[in-house]
């Protein structure tokens, strides 16, 4: 290879022009579900921001010509995540069907379990899972604890996907990703330490080569290994332009204007803006009294322009949408990440689903099989029987919908909340002496029935934007290589970055890594329409991916691969092995201006819900935080056992 970097290179054609769909081996036999032909819907008419989405799914099915089935969902791998990846129509249907009303008074025929339990947390994922970890270690010996998730298996945005390649297991995330190591003996330490993280640092596969080795990341995300820009029709370059160290050459030979280009090149200096000194300080509070990307045009003199085209979703990905609709703290919130900040982020191969992992098997040890270890952890399948044992102090019931909640009688004088959760087309009843909405905002102020105005009006400041995070196995990485890169960006079709990472050790079949080595793609895919409010584009996001077929977005995923990567040897028939959509209709919490610190005089919608339990419900999930990471996860889960035991449970 000529060096890390590669030329810019103007041969090459453009597939998205040229190739039909078996040129992009639409027909190929790769791991995903074969399915009819079917058009988008919106080109049959149906308006995308007012159908429901029963409606969208329904007109999907028509526009396949099939009935209900499970094409919608695709492919889910093998492994304990098959059937469980991003949220499964079953999911999906299951949550709008309390949207739509469906549970607005306790159904027929609902199931009495006769089941009374201590704490019953709404939601599997990383809170609903650490806040049933605590309290089983703080409440004592004898209380028990039901966990309940909406999904095929616990994690909720911490889930894997598995695909086998040739003969390779191969292991991706299908959300949240990395993790920080944390200063030694802060309480996300201690709490990584208990669940048997000990040590955070893990060892990473090692070059195998052929060829000079190149750098790699630990993470999805791009950082310091060598990355492209790529230049496509949008600016003018039908045939594509990639620029190799894209700063360090500070963009030269890109298609833009000289201002775009300069504006660019600020974008990267240090801010003269004056930062936060800490969370609730003045300059903290007037950045939330604006949106991020007039922050970002304020503090380093950039046009909106340039921020909508090229920065957009860099700067507010984390949170979901572009920044026009975010708030302006965004930009310093991530301290819930922060951990150390010299040391390079954390990865388990399938991200914090690792985490989630290591909370289950220490509150049910039989869960996965063998000792507490990283390896038996991330290899060993879950024992999905030992999750809901009869008699066992934590336990943790899949495919349950919790749908109708009401405490029995006066909150703040009733012994118990009711609690009617679907599962498989039944509905269940089960009491709680204790409850835990670790759900997320989107379905808990739906949900709890007697909720009052107060907790209402804040939960209608919280808004939840999409996202879909496709994993694209393929056989090999040679194309990347080739060019000299590791990683690439791009501003136009599906998706905006991708990474190749290292995989740690403790849960990958292979201790090196090549360009040789089969690998999965995460390519993201937010939905941002600027112009727009949080509330009005999570909705436009949501019903663009819900009505998107499968094989829409397979085509999409070829295309965008294969005009940025056929010149250098990418042949989409012959390296995509398997795909794997996750849809996540309510993946990032978008914090909007206010959010943070209050407006109006009032005050923030998640101090309101942090406060103090209602009745006998207390608040948790990541969304309370404004902050999208795991850590404040388990924080919020922390301080809604707190809360419980403080002031709800009285033996
Ligand atoms: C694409 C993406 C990338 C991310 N990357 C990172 C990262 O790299 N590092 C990081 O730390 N964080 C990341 N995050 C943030 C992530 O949100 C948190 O790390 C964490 O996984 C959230 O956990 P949670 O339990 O708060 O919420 P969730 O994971 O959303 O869990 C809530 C669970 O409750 C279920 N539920 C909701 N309502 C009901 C109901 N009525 N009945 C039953 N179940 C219900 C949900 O379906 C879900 O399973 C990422 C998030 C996304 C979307």
């Known amino acids: 290879m000529d060096g890390k970097r590669m030329r810019k290179r103007e041969t090459g054609g453009n597939a998205r022009a040229e190739g039909g769909d078996q040129a992009l081996g639409m027909d190929c036999g790769i791991t995903r579900r074969d399915f009819l032909n079917a058009s988008l819907l919106a080109s049959g008419g149906l308006l995308l921001n007012s159908a429901s989405p029963a409606e969208l799914l329904a007109a999907q099915d028509a526009a396949q010509g099939k009935s209900s089935d499970d094409s919608w969902t695709g492919y889910g791998g093998v492994g304990d995540y ?14 709008h069907q309390i949207r739509d009303g469906l549970f607005d008074s306790q159904p027929t025929g609902v199931v009495e379990t006769g089941e009374t339990y201590d704490l019953v947390v ?8 650490a806040a049933a970890l605590v309290f089983q270690r703080q409440a004592g010996k004898g209380k028990t604890c039901l966990v309940l998730d909406n999904h095929p298996i616990f994690g909720g945005e911490a889930k894997r996907n598995e695909f086998l390649v040739d003969g390779h297991r191969l292991t991706a995330h299908q959300g949240s990703a990395l993790f920080q190591v944390n200063y030694p003996h802060s309480f996300i330490e201690r709490f990584y330490q208990s669940i048997g993280l000990e040590k955070p640092r893990l060892e990473y596969q090692k070059w195998a080569g052929p060829g000079p080795e190149i750098a790699l990341t630990t993470t999805p995300y791009l950082a310091s290994a060598p990355y492209g820009l790529y230049f496509g029709a949008k600016f003018g370059q039908p045939q594509g332009v990639w620029l190799s160290d894209p700063w360090g050459k500070k963009l030269e030979g890109a298609p833009i204007s000289a201002k775009a280009r300069e504006e660019l090149l600020k974008s990267q200096s240090p801010s003269s803006a004056l930062a936060p000194r800490y969370r609730g300080d003045a300059i903290s509070r007037r950045l939330d009294t604006m949106t991020l990307e007039d922050h970002i045009m304020e503090s380093r003199g ?3 322009e340039t921020v909508r085209t090229f ?6 990905g984390a949170f979901g949408l572009g920044a026009d609709a975010l708030s302006g703290y965004t930009a310093y919130a ?4 922060g951990g150390l900040a010299d040391e390079e982020p954390q990865m388990f191969p399938d991200g914090n689903s690792g985490i989630a992992r290591l909370i289950v098997k220490t509150m049910i040890p039989e869960a996965i099989a063998g000792e507490r270890t990283l ?3 991330c290899r060993n399948n879950v024992n999905f029987a030992a999750l809901d044992r009869a008699g066992a102090a934590a336990r943790i019931r899949l495919d349950s919908t919790a749908v109708w909640l009401k405490h029995d009688g006066e909150p703040e004088k009733s012994e118990s909340v009711t609690v009617v959760y679907t599962r498989g087309g039944k509905s269940y009843r089960v009491k709680a002496r204790s409850v835990i909405m670790a759900g997320g905002s989107w379905t808990t102020k739906h949900i709890i029935r007697d909720l009052p105005d107060d907790r209402r009006e804040a939960y209608a400041q919280f808004y939840r934007s999409p996202c879909m995070l496709a994993n694209v196995a393929v056989r090999n990485w040679r194309f990347l290589y080739k060019m ?3 990683g690439c960006q791009w501003f136009e079709g599906l998706g905006t970055y991708l990474q190749i990472r290292k995989l740690a050790l403790c849960g990958t079949d292979s201790p090196t890594i090549g360009p040789d080595s089969p690998v999965v793609l995460t390519i993201k895919v937010l939905y941002s329409h600027p112009g727009h409010s949080a509330e009005e584009q999570g909705h436009m996001g949501r019903a663009e991916m819900i009505s998107t077929p499968f094989r829409e977005y397979e085509r999409q995923i070829r295309q965008q691969l294969t005009e940025m990567f056929a010149r250098s040897g990418f042949d989409a028939s012959r390296d995509i092995a398997g795909i794997i959509l996750n849809r996540w209709g309510h993946a990032y919490a978008s914090p909007a201006p206010g959010f943070y610190f209050g407006k109006d005089g009032k005050p923030a919608p998640g101090e309101v819900l942090r406060a103090a ?3 006998r419900i207390a608040f948790a999930n990541v969304d309370l935080s404004g902050m999208p990471d795991h850590k404040s996860s388990i924080i919020e889960g922390n301080r809604a056992v707190e809360q419980v035991l403080d002031r709800v449970l009285r033996d």
């Open 311 to 316: 920065l957009s979703t860099d700067e507010g």
């Open 82 to 95: 098959a059937n469980s990846n991003g949220n499964t129509r079953a999911v999906l249907e299951a949550g």
């Open 613 to 615: 339990p209602f009745g």
């Open 122 to 129: 709404v939601g599997g994922g990383i809170s609903g899972l």
């Open 375 to 377: 390896e038996n952890v």
């Open 302 to 304: 950039i046009s909106r």
């Open 484 to 486: 000299g890169i590791s």
């Open 334 to 337: 991530f301290d819930g990440f």
